[in-house]
């Protein structure tokens, strides 16, 4: 079985990780993070997202990190097909950007040997 592959791209202060080539963003959620690795911080909110919303058919999860004063300001969310309860899904998204230990994690986790990419 092949690993799953995931698509960066990088524009400035502005780096995407998505499961499609264009990532697509019907439902989102938003937080601020302390500067560290975006592609570090990108790849764990990713993780944390998609197991709290595995069971959510057609969903591909994206997560967008832009550095801005000192601070990265994070987009996390996705495309989905077909219909969903969009607030619900949100919220769950918000719960997941919001919960202390996973937000801890991730600052260790961008910082660990920190290359910024």
Partial sequence: MSKARWH????????????MASARFDV????????????????????????????LRGFAPAVEVRRE????????????????????????????LDCPKRRARWVRHANRGRVDT
């Fill in 8 to 19: 960066i791209a990088r524009d400035g202060d502005t780096l995407t990780l998505s499961r």
């Fill in 69 to 96: 004063g000192g601070a990265l300001h994070v987009r996390a969310g996705g495309q989905v097909a077909g219909a969903v309860a969009k607030t619900q899904v949100e919220d769950t998204i918000q719960g997941v």
């Fill in 28 to 55: 989102s959620a938003r937080t601020v993070l302390p500067d560290g690795g975006r592609l570090a911080v990108a790849h764990q909110v990713r993780q944390d997202m998609w197991r709290a919303l595995q069971g």
